[in-house]
């Protein structure tokens, strides 16, 4: 059964860090590329970072320099480390696992919310 859980997600202050978490189970996690997205109220799911399966990645450029993702493939996880965090990362944060072109599952989401 394939599992993908987010973690880590809360109520930060601007500036603050946060280090957000999503633990796999029950795939070949090492061969597949993972990517945290993210869904603020009213508007679509974006693309925040991905991570290949080489180890890889790419960042939207409205977090880059200040989120950095990693990944264990000995623990299957997935990290996405905040850093100096905007009033505009507030949103829902989802994992993804995807390989080749049809293969992608996803994890039920960790709210972030900054605020003062």
């Known amino acids: 059964q394939v599992q993908l859980v987010e973690s880590g997600g809360g109520l930060v202050q601007p500036g603050g860090s946060l280090r957000l978490s999503c633990a796999a189970s029950g795939f070949a996690f090492s061969m597949y590329a993972m990517s945290w997205y993210r869904q603020a109220p009213g508007k679509e799911r974006e693309l925040v970072a991905s991570?290949?399966?080489?180890?890889?990645?790419n960042y939207d450029n409205s977090v880059k320099g200040r989120f950095t993702i990693s990944r264990d493939n000995g623990k299957m996880t997935v990290y996405l480390q905040m850093n100096s965090v905007k009033f505009e990362d507030t949103a829902v944060y989802y994992c993804?696992?995807?390989?080749?072109?049809?293969?992608?599952?996803w994890g039920q989401g960790t709210q972030v919310t900054v605020s003062s």
């Open positions: 993804k696992a995807s390989r080749m072109t049809y293969l992608e599952y």
């Open positions: 991570i290949s399966a080489g180890g890889s990645t």
